[in-house]
């Protein structure tokens, strides 16, 4: 453990680094808002562009690892969701809750770390679970909360929900790689060259700009936020084993083993701009994303070691 420790270290110290410069304010709110707009629209593209241009869609797509990843994914959404409307939360607030429980930071933190520890092979995967998250947990928050809202599910609101992920970069450079690797088109030297200095951009970028925003998060309502991220870091990752390992084996054992690395990321910021758009519970997201992030470098570090002895 201590040798993946040391190794995920780098990234948890540009987290660090971006987060002493967002604390200090010598990187304003303002600032890091730009820095994640030039990650999330360029560098991690082009990186996301790249990656998927040189794959085929059946080095990607494996319907025993999509069927895992639901099946573990949505037991673990469906008992968060269960936990908040003991507490007597609406289904709003819950909706949110069980966003935090299983949506990891796979786009900004996943992808540059686990391609680096696990080997460039883990890029199929790693990109397989990022698009699950984004159409379908993606899709299915904004229409519990609107559905909640209007008391039913209008063709408006799947409609905008289309749109969205029609917009999502991530999805559109993932796509549009795919489909220029279906064309079999050489990507000429210049492009490559281009997406390759340009995408390089997106992992110091995308880390620090993750610490920078962690910067404006509070820790408030600490039971909750750590409840949450146990879900997260523990329990997420646990069942996605199960569901990989036991229930509904993958053929690809190293596959399946880079789905349980995944499904071990903290919190995802983007469930906090979701939260903050809806005005649902913004302050309990902020404080799971601080706490599991900061609490991931030991529990991601031990999953992964895991993984790399054959224990998992």
């Not at 494996?62 to 507490?87: F, P, S």
């Not at 992808?111 to 159409?135: K, N, Q, R, S």
């Not at 489909?179 to 880390?207: R, V």
């Not at 349980?260 to 906090?272: E, F, M």
Request: aromatic share 10%; charged share 10%.
């Amino acid at each position: 453990m201590l040798a993946i420790f040391l190794q995920t270290l780098p990234f948890f110290a540009i987290i660090a680094l971006g987060y002493g410069a967002g604390r200090t304010n010598f990187f304003s709110p303002e600032a890091t808002a730009y820095l994640t707009k030039f990650v999330f629209y360029f560098a991690l593209s082009a990186m996301l562009f790249r990656f998927a241009a040189n794959l085929s869609l059946s080095e990607i797509l494996d319907w025993q690892i999509v069927g895992a990843y639901l099946w573990a994914t949505g037991v673990i959404y469906l008992l968060a969701t269960a936990v908040a409307l003991v507490r007597k939360l609406g289904i709003e607030e819950a909706a949110v809750e069980a966003q935090c429980a299983v949506i990891g930071n796979v786009g900004f933190l996943g992808i540059p770390m686990l391609v680096l520890l696990l080997g460039e092979a883990a890029v199929g995967p790693v990109l397989l679970v990022l698009t699950v998250d984004l159409i379908v947990f993606g899709s299915l928050i904004v229409i519990l909360i609107t559905g909640s809202r209007d008391g039913r599910v209008s063709f408006g609101v799947l409609q905008s929900v289309g749109l969205g992920l029609v917009k999502n970069p991530m999805i559109v450079s993932i796509s549009l790689g795919l489909l220029w690797s279906g064309l079999a088109i050489p990507i000429p030297g210049p492009m490559n060259a281009f997406l390759d200095i340009i995408g390089s951009a997106a992992t110091p970028g995308a880390l620090f700009a993750i610490g920078a925003s962690l910067a404006t998060k509070s820790a408030e309502r600490i039971q909750v936020a750590g409840w949450l991220s146990f879900c997260k870091l523990v329990i997420h990752p646990a069942a996605v084993a199960l569901a990989a390992l036991v229930i509904f084996p993958v053929e690809d054992s190293y596959a399946a083993g880079v789905m349980i690395a995944a499904a071990a990321l903290p919190t995802a910021g983007n469930v906090y701009i979701l939260a903050q758009h809806y005005g649902v519970a913004p302050a309990r997201v902020s404080a799971t994303i601080l706490i599991s992030t900061a609490l991931s470098i030991l529990t991601l570090s031990a999953i992964i070691a895991a993984l790399g002895q054959g224990w998992i």
